[in-house]
């Protein structure tokens, strides 16, 4: 349920493009911005948000573009990570604090990188979730590599022809997609096969985790048959025409203060290589200022919802010290 005290207000970020913002904790605190992932909403953040309130910080989290209450674009070529740090730049200018921290989960996490990495004068340290940095190789795009290792069966693959995710998707029932994906536990990525479909790719029997009430479902599920799942799956549709925009930042380092929390069972940690990378340097050479690296055990992907107290420690013990 959406805890005591939160505010919602949209905001404009860039011209005709509102965002719907959450806001929980006194207005003169210093600002966290909370970036959500795939298939998530502001509604990701609620147990952060209440504890950071708590700690007199001031909570932000939008519904990224294309989500929940927040406008969408038509165009798949509107969802690149320049135009969502570009939102992000505009939300932070709409707080008017001259830095804030930043939190960011699966794409958000991404997307916080990106943000660190373009205008590191915007923030103070950051927390990312899941997804660890890799700056731009002039080898090939993230798709290219992914398609290489998995070949096209990889769902990000999927992922890329309009329609075809979205036709899959309407297959489902919308409480029982959110509880199936929230769900998922097997550390690997979701390959599938022709005859299969994200969701039965998934090793979830669409029961509600533990960690979620059946309220919680209905948030999603509301939210989700109003929006549908384009605008989130547009982020997967410019994967490559991220990695064209972003030559000049081939190799680049992020420098901003960092602390990095993954799951064991994030089917993110468990793809070929990037436990070497996180553990032995890899990570660190890229991040120069990671100060710490915390892996949970027996925690998959929505690690801020499964485990939300220990979470919401780590990001406020951690910027307690700026």
């Not at 294309?66 to 690149?80: E, H, I, R, V």
């Not at 990037?274 to 890899?282: L, S, W």
Request: charged share 20%.
């Amino acid at each position: 349920m959406e805890p005591e005290g939160v505010r919602h207000r949209m905001v404009e970020v860039a011209k005709g493009l509102r965002l719907h913002v959450a806001e929980a904790g006194p207005e003169d605190g210093p600002a966290v911005l909370l970036v959500h992932g795939f298939p998530d909403l502001w509604y990701g953040w609620r147990h952060q948000m209440a504890a950071l309130a708590a700690r007199g910080f001031r909570a932000v989290a939008p519904d990224m573009r294309g989500y929940g209450d927040s406008d969408a674009p038509p165009s798949a070529a509107s969802y690149t990570t320049f135009h969502l740090v570009g939102d992000l730049v505009a939300l932070i200018a709409d707080l008017a604090q001259p830095q804030v921290f930043v939190v960011g989960h699966d794409w958000g996490a991404l997307v916080a990188w990106h943000l660190c990495l373009l205008r590191p004068d915007l923030v103070r340290a950051l927390v990312n979730l899941s997804v660890a940095y890799h700056p731009r190789s002039s080898e090939g795009s993230p798709l290219q590599a992914i398609r290489a290792l998995c070949g096209e069966d990889h769902y990000m693959c999927r992922f890329q022809e309009p329609g075809v995710a979205e036709a899959e998707f309407a297959l489902y029932d919308m409480s029982h997609k959110f509880k199936t994906v929230f769900g998922m536990r097997k550390p690997a990525p979701p390959i599938l096969p022709k005859d299969k479909t994200f969701f039965d790719s998934l090793d979830s029997d669409g029961t509600c985790p533990p960690w979620l009430s059946e309220e919680d479902i209905s948030y999603y599920a509301d939210k989700f048959e109003k929006t549908g799942f384009t605008g989130g799956l547009n982020y997967y549709r410019c994967m490559d025409l991220n990695w064209e925009l972003s030559a000049p930042w081939t190799g680049a380092p992020v420098k901003v203060a960092t602390k990095f929390i993954v799951g064991d069972l994030d089917v993110t940690y468990n793809v070929p290589g990037v436990k070497d990378y996180i553990h032995k340097g890899g990570l660190k050479a890229n991040v120069p200022n990671l100060e710490d690296v915390v892996v949970m055990e027996g925690v998959s992907h929505f690690c801020n919802q499964e485990k939300p107290n220990e979470v919401s420690d780590h990001i406020c013990e951690f910027f307690s010290k700026f």
